[in-house]
């Protein structure tokens, strides 16, 4: 009978007057010598019986006793008060564990700004400035300044497919990895190469990081290693220059070696430009087919080297004006790391 009335979504009651009836209902109603029967559905949304999620069920043995139409009323309307506390004690969980997770959320989020780099201020002849938001809580881009073993500046930004918890994950080992073999290796092509062994060790494929890295020596000259991601670009007197060489993804192709994919010289007043592609993607919501886009990005950066803008002033206008254009309900990660050489 539960089983019938769970299926179902319907009440049933019944009056046994003989064992043949009793065989009729069911095997264990003969068994167990029942004689009145009765099974109500309590509904999982506390309203109907559409989604049944159990059963209020009563019997009796007593040859006196018989379930009534009235009997079956007054226990429905018990089922369904019992399948309104349920469906309350259920949302009231529900809340609590929403809350931990925003808690959690949060904490993320305050976890990953803090690995964020500071920004360089004592850097001759180079004026630098870094700038994310996450599309979530956390995001699954990143940047960073980094003192390499020769002595250059290395500036960083990542990309890790998707975003939220997960890649947010990803993010912070691939930045840490970078980082320290930076640091150590008198090699950044080689530093890349690990870190690509690491993921393709681990990943198996299914997670896979964009980098790009720029490193920067006192004379202004610049060494490009790219691993898959958009490439810079580079502000000049009158042009604009984006380096288009790059090598695979970290993550994607185990034992690729890394090699630098381009060379440039930051002059005077130059600018350059490293970037997630949550900048270019940007999308409007008056005109849900049109996004932000490259265009939009290089004639801000020719105006701003024009005027002599900081790297911190072109870094806050070009984040400005993309979160403007996607009035603020931005689908993907931005990043950007802007330098110039005054």
Not at 46 to 59: C, H, K, P
Not at 194 to 218: H, I, K, P, W, Y
Request: proline share 4%; glycine share 8%.
């Amino acid at each position: 009978w539960p089983a019938w009335v769970l299926d179902t979504g319907a009440p049933k009651l019944a009056t046994v007057g003989s064992d043949t009836a009793a065989l009729e209902l069911g095997q264990s109603v003969y068994d167990l010598k029942l004689r009145a029967v009765m099974c109500v559905p309590l509904s999982s949304s506390g309203q109907g019986t559409d989604s049944a999620r159990g059963v209020l069920y009563v019997d009796s043995r007593a040859a006196t006793r018989q379930f009534e139409a009235r009997d079956l009323g007054l226990f429905a309307a018990l089922a369904q008060h019992i399948s309104i506390a349920l469906a309350n004690a259920k949302l009231h969980l529900d809340s609590l564990e929403k809350a931990r997770l925003e808690q959690s959320l949060e904490l993320a989020s305050a976890i990953q700004g803090g690995l964020m780099p500071p920004i360089p201020r004592d850097i001759v002849n180079l004026n630098v400035h870094g700038w994310y938001r996450p599309a979530e809580r956390t995001s699954g881009d990143f940047y960073d300044f980094v003192r390499t073993k020769d002595g250059r500046l290395a500036l960083i930004v990542g990309d890790v497919a998707g975003h939220g918890i997960g890649p947010a994950l990803v993010t912070a080992s691939v930045q840490a990895s970078l980082r320290s073999y930076l640091r150590v290796l008198g090699d950044p092509c080689a530093a890349m190469g690990l870190v690509n062994q690491d993921l393709c060790e681990r990943s198996e494929g299914n997670m896979f990081v964009t980098v790009v890295l720029a490193l920067l020596a006192a004379d202004g000259s610049i060494e490009i290693i790219n691993a898959g991601h958009h490439p810079l670009i580079l502000a000049r007197q009158g042009s604009i220059e984006m380096p288009s060489g790059h090598g695979p993804a970290l993550g994607l192709v185990d034992g690729h070696v890394f090699e630098v994919d381009a060379r440039l010289n930051l002059a005077a007043g130059d600018l350059v430009l490293l970037f997630s592609d949550g900048l270019t993607e940007a999308r409007s919501t008056a005109k849900p087919d049109e996004l932000f886009g490259l265009e939009r990005v290089k004639q801000q950066l020719v105006v701003a080297r024009e005027r002599g803008d900081s790297a911190e002033k072109v870094a806050l206008a070009l984040a400005q004006a993309a979160l403007e254009f996607a009035s603020s309900n931005h689908e993907d990660d931005i990043t950007l790391v802007v330098a110039r050489r005054p």
